[in-house]
């Protein structure tokens, strides 16, 4: 069996060898010729796959590594007879600790205690729905708006009213074009000129959910926005000018810990295993790297309500990537220094584990109220 597979799956072979021969090839290169004597395709996001692409190929099983499916044909490939898998809520923690950080790096741009906003969250599937439940823990009021889901329970709000009513409003939606409740420029001029004064717009979903170049005429004309964008219409190509004016710009690596992407790997090694019926012998954390926990030390003197900050940053702090992502940008001198550069960002990014694995130690004794909060934002207790 042959496996075509995107060179940034982690632990391709130590899942994937026992299936076959693996071929690794950089995301945007995957094209027809490259799969023409595949029976396997693995990917992540980077690569649109097509029933035409894969016409006249051996290729019976699409997987990607990722929560998203925007860029598969299911529709074509399925009339095709070709299996697809995705890997739902792989990377969902690693997208709330983002969303988490870009608050704090809001809280201190603005002198508004993050905790006190009410935070609208567009999307209540399993990044959405783990969002709003950790920030409910942690006492921070929420409203989720979820068309499809409001059909099916109560408790949602339609998009006019968390636009009225959301200090913070963060996407978590897929990419859709068709159906009841498309998502494509979900986010229009009309919404965008609708947001609150000194709002904050988060988007770690995908681009287009936000019509871009609408978005920067609103940020040329209103500075009292906070706006953070990790994902953006036509990437790899990003527009400088708009990143310019996001006060937090990152090149779509919300949910790239490494926690995430393993566990991407994982779920479509299972699913592989159903397709042709093979036991599923290999377990994650008999293979992971780094497995155990790691320690963060806080002193007892950090006052109780800078603690959680404080373990937050030390872990994940977006402005780190903000600041590689505004470095490349600024030494690019074409789209394409632009195009390969948001890419080589994707693919040499720093180690990142989630809160999961590390514990927070202090010096003395911790409050129940503290360590409760630590433990609502996901570290071990």
Same mark, same amino acid.
């Given at each position: 069996?042959? $496996?075509?597979?995107?060179?940034? $799956?982690?632990?391709?072979?130590?899942?994937?060898?026992?299936?076959? @021969?693996?071929? #690794?090839?950089?995301?945007r290169e995957i094209d027809a010729s490259s799969v023409r004597h595949a029976d396997v395709l693995l990917v992540r996001s980077v690569t649109q796959v097509s029933?035409?692409?894969?016409?006249g190929s051996s290729v019976r099983f699409v997987g990607t590594c990722t929560i998203g499916t925007d860029h598969l044909d299911l529709h074509g490939l399925a009339k095709a007879g070709i299996c697809v898998a995705s890997a739902p809520g792989c990377n969902a923690r690693g997208v709330v600790e983002y969303v988490l950080s870009c608050l704090l790096a809001f809280s201190e741009r603005t002198g508004i205690d993050w905790q006190q906003q009410v935070v609208g969250i567009i999307g209540a599937g399993q990044v959405g729905g783990r969002l709003a439940r950790t920030l409910r823990q942690l006492g921070v009021e929420c409203r989720l708006c979820d068309p499809p889901q409001s059909e099916q329970e109560s408790g949602y709000v339609d998009l006019d009213t968390l636009i009225e009513r959301a200090d913070v409003i963060s996407c978590h939606v897929p990419l859709t074009d068709s159906? @009841?409740?498309?998502? #494509?420029?979900?986010?229009?001029?009309?919404?965008?000129? #609708?947001?609150r004064p000194?709002?904050?717009?988060?988007?770690?979903?995908?681009?287009p959910v936000i019509d871009n170049q609408a978005l920067k005429s609103l940020l040329e004309r209103r500075d009292d926005l906070q706006v953070a964008l990790d994902v953006w219409?036509?990437?790899? #190509?990003?527009?400088?000018?708009?990143?310019?004016?996001?006060?937090?710009?990152?090149p779509h690596i919300a949910g790239y810990s490494l926690d995430g992407k393993l566990r991407g790997t994982e779920q479509i090694y299972q699913a592989l295993c159903r397709f042709f019926g093979e036991k599923i012998a290999i377990r994650l954390e008999d293979i992971a790297p780094s497995q155990g926990s790691g320690e963060l030390s806080v002193s007892a003197a950090t006052p109780r309500e800078w603690l959680l900050? *404080?373990?937050l940053r030390l872990v994940y702090d977006?402005?780190?990537d903000d600041a590689r992502f505004r470095a490349m940008l600024g030494k690019a001198e074409s789209d394409s220094d632009i195009r390969s550069g948001f890419d080589l960002l994707r693919k040499h990014y720093p180690? *990142? @584990?989630e809160n999961s694995f590390y514990r927070v130690n202090t010096d003395a004794p911790m409050e129940r109220a503290v360590t409760t909060r630590l433990a609502a934002a996901g570290f071990k207790p």
């Amino acid at each position: 069996m042959h $496996i075509v597979a995107d060179e940034n $799956i982690p632990l391709l072979d130590e899942f994937m060898s026992g299936f076959g @021969r693996v071929t #690794r090839l950089p995301g945007r290169e995957i094209d027809a010729s490259s799969v023409r004597h595949a029976d396997v395709l693995l990917v992540r996001s980077v690569t649109q796959v097509s029933a035409a692409m894969l016409a006249g190929s051996s290729v019976r099983f699409v997987g990607t590594c990722t929560i998203g499916t925007d860029h598969l044909d299911l529709h074509g490939l399925a009339k095709a007879g070709i299996c697809v898998a995705s890997a739902p809520g792989c990377n969902a923690r690693g997208v709330v600790e983002y969303v988490l950080s870009c608050l704090l790096a809001f809280s201190e741009r603005t002198g508004i205690d993050w905790q006190q906003q009410v935070v609208g969250i567009i999307g209540a599937g399993q990044v959405g729905g783990r969002l709003a439940r950790t920030l409910r823990q942690l006492g921070v009021e929420c409203r989720l708006c979820d068309p499809p889901q409001s059909e099916q329970e109560s408790g949602y709000v339609d998009l006019d009213t968390l636009i009225e009513r959301a200090d913070v409003i963060s996407c978590h939606v897929p990419l859709t074009d068709s159906g @009841r409740y498309p998502t #494509r420029y979900l986010f229009d001029a009309d919404c965008l000129a #609708r947001l609150r004064p000194g709002a904050w717009l988060i988007n770690s979903s995908r681009g287009p959910v936000i019509d871009n170049q609408a978005l920067k005429s609103l940020l040329e004309r209103r500075d009292d926005l906070q706006v953070a964008l990790d994902v953006w219409e036509h990437e790899p #190509r990003v527009d400088p000018e708009l990143a310019s004016l996001c006060a937090l710009a990152t090149p779509h690596i919300a949910g790239y810990s490494l926690d995430g992407k393993l566990r991407g790997t994982e779920q479509i090694y299972q699913a592989l295993c159903r397709f042709f019926g093979e036991k599923i012998a290999i377990r994650l954390e008999d293979i992971a790297p780094s497995q155990g926990s790691g320690e963060l030390s806080v002193s007892a003197a950090t006052p109780r309500e800078w603690l959680l900050a *404080r373990a937050l940053r030390l872990v994940y702090d977006v402005r780190d990537d903000d600041a590689r992502f505004r470095a490349m940008l600024g030494k690019a001198e074409s789209d394409s220094d632009i195009r390969s550069g948001f890419d080589l960002l994707r693919k040499h990014y720093p180690l *990142r @584990r989630e809160n999961s694995f590390y514990r927070v130690n202090t010096d003395a004794p911790m409050e129940r109220a503290v360590t409760t909060r630590l433990a609502a934002a996901g570290f071990k207790p």
